[in-house]
């Protein structure tokens, strides 16, 4: 009789045996499916097969609109020189690390290592753990290489509307706010508008914990179906990167073929056309949108593409972007390809007409190719396979909506037929019950006193700032909203009994998660304050931008690094510096903010002011990433390369 320890152990033994077969079988599904669809020639269809089984190498692109960028560039270089020649360990190979030549200012890095390397490697722990600081703070962010390439594809500049339909995790709107504010155009920035929209509530909240870093107020993020999204706004520029199969990722989640099937594509064609159709509808007239997925599978790909194409064939048209990716290998898009049929071992469709009636309702028209294909331009689509550049694979196609559609004879938009969704779709209390209001109509006074306390434009305030209504009696938390987010906000599901169109009927309101900026909290002082709302530290780099009063400018780097090291409070006589103490003694109580400037770093401080002492209100994470701002606290690359120097 086997003891306890047996028993587990041949479980264990038995659950290995169990997942590596069904590996096994899934390579074999999917080796035979995409030999059928002869997705590469026979010759090459070894280095294709081969690299799947390679992870990926470590990317991330530096933003751009951080003020530490031109530093940690200069970093990447540095890296690229130390690793010029191969550099080899008994468990690992690098070679030197490139700059990504098709990202726009050469400002994506690919280290040529994987990141289970990187992350184990004792070797390695210091450039991996330096990585990671860089990543929490906003100065980098990880992602693989191809999937940097949509946000680039939809050349967004600040005034544009843009619509995410499928947001989470956050990396390409990251990526699409990061475009936008390195733009800098202050004269358009009321215009601009990011909408992350995410189907998953939580995957919204986790969208709000990572975008906050940008300090946006034109971001809004929303839950809803994507193709069942608002039509109450229409948008210049969407970004449509649809739920797929995921087998372009294989290299980096091996999971995957464990359940891959080629009927999951098939299962998920009909959704990517409603999502798609519904990102089509939303798009401006002259407006781009990019439709993407991380799948190799056709039908997932041009067959979706195609059946849009034909159903917005007065509106819609694929575009030639091949100029806007120097050095970047990919192929053209299919012209041809099979659909499987399950029901036969290893078989495919020649045709629509071969499946039999009792099996189409699950296996459309739409997943056949049809002759128009060249007519639609699908070669204008792009293909990455993982052998031609060491990536993922991946699927683009780029379309614009004519400046005027030709005829009026276009199908009847599906949104039509939904008005009854709101009435009849369960919708959660954190979103519904607590809709904005304008802090100029629920307390003016509150406005004014703000405005003179901090040298801020009572006008520009009287448009921008609003509360949650929950807040309206005694307002605890004040946000920044641009013009365009004030339209989302205002015809969200909180305020679904304003809502009416001029015909009479219910408007389609949207489902708001997050909207803005939050900029001030009260605070509960036991002394008189003239203004007891402190500036918020998301919203610090926006207000500072505007205010005349109660900044204080810090060049001196010996200053700031004592400012980030303050335990929360200390005595402002105990301020061993005498112009900052000066200054601090003959400011009156309540909040105020430092700005740190020099050559490579503009970062701000929020804090308290009381009559004899001084409060910093920042979290400690985000100390700890202020401190790795600056200069002197960025590791060496010697120190970095080498654990025991």
Known sequence: MLDKEEVDSSKDNRSYDNDQNAVERGQQRFKTYYKGQELVDEEEWGSFWNILFVPLPACFWIAQSHPSS???????????????????????????????????????????????????????????????????????????????????????????????????????????????????????ERQSLVVANDANLKRCWMLTHQLKRFSCPYLVI?????????????????????????????????????????????????LQIAILLRGCDLLEPGGRLVYSTCSFNPVENEAVVA??????????????????????????????????????????????????LHRRKKIPPSLFPKDDLEDLGLNKCIRILPHDQDTGGFFIAVLERASRDTQDTVEMNIYDKEKSFIKTRRISRLISDDPFERLSSVNISLLKTIADFYGLDEELLSNHLMTRNSDTERVRRIYYLSEQVKFIVENSIGNLNRLTSTDGNEKYAYRVVHGGLRCFEAMDSKYQVECPYRIVFEGAPLI????????????????????????????????????????????????????????????????WLGPSMLSIFVATEDIRLLQSHISRNYISLNDMLNNDA
Not at 98 to 126: G, T
Not at 239 to 265: E, I, M, N, Q
Request: net charge neutral.
């Open 70 to 188: 031109a530093q940690m560039n200069a970093i990447c270089k540095q890296l690229k020189v130390y690793f010029s020649s191969t550099y080899e360990d008994d468990s690992f190979r690098m070679t030197s690390p490139y700059s990504l030549k098709w990202f726009p200012n050469e400002l994506a890095w690919c280290l040529n290592i994987s990141r289970q390397v990187l992350k184990r490697d004792e070797k390695l722990s210091k450039l991996h753990d330096f990585i990671v600081e860089q990543n929490s703070s906003g100065v980098i962010n990880r992602q693989e290489a191809v999937s940097m390439l949509p946000p680039i594809l939809l050349q967004v500049e600040p005034g544009d509307k843009v619509l995410d339909m499928c947001a989470a995790p956050g990396s390409k709107t990251a990526q699409l706010l990061d475009m936008l504010g390195a733009k800098n155009n202050s004269s358009v």
């Open 222 to 270: 929303t839950n809803h179906e994507a193709q069942r999204f608002p039509v109450e706004m229409h948008f210049n520029k969407i970004l449509c990167d649809v739920p797929c199969s995921g087998d372009g990722t294989l290299r980096k989640s091996p999971d995957l073929w464990k359940r891959w099937y080629a009927d999951t594509g098939m299962n998920l064609h009909s």
């Open 307 to 356: 059946e849009v194409l034909r159903r917005r064939s007065t509106q819609i048209f694929l575009i030639d972007v091949k100029h806007l990716l120097p050095n970047l290998k990919f192929r053209k898009g299919l012209t041809s390809w099979k659909v499987k049929n399950n029901a036969e071992e290893l078989g495919f469709f020649n045709c629509y007409e071969e499946v039999p």
């Open 544 to 607: 500072a931008s505007r205010m005349s009063k109660r900044l204080e400018h810090i060049h001196d780097e010996e200053i700031w690094d004592f400012l980030l090291h303050i335990k929360d409070t200390i005595k402002i006589s105990e301020i061993p510096f005498v112009d900052l103490r000066t200054n601090l003694e003959q400011t009156s109580p309540g909040s105020v903010i430092f700005c740190f400037t020099n050559e490579s770093t503009k970062d701000y401080l929020t804090a």
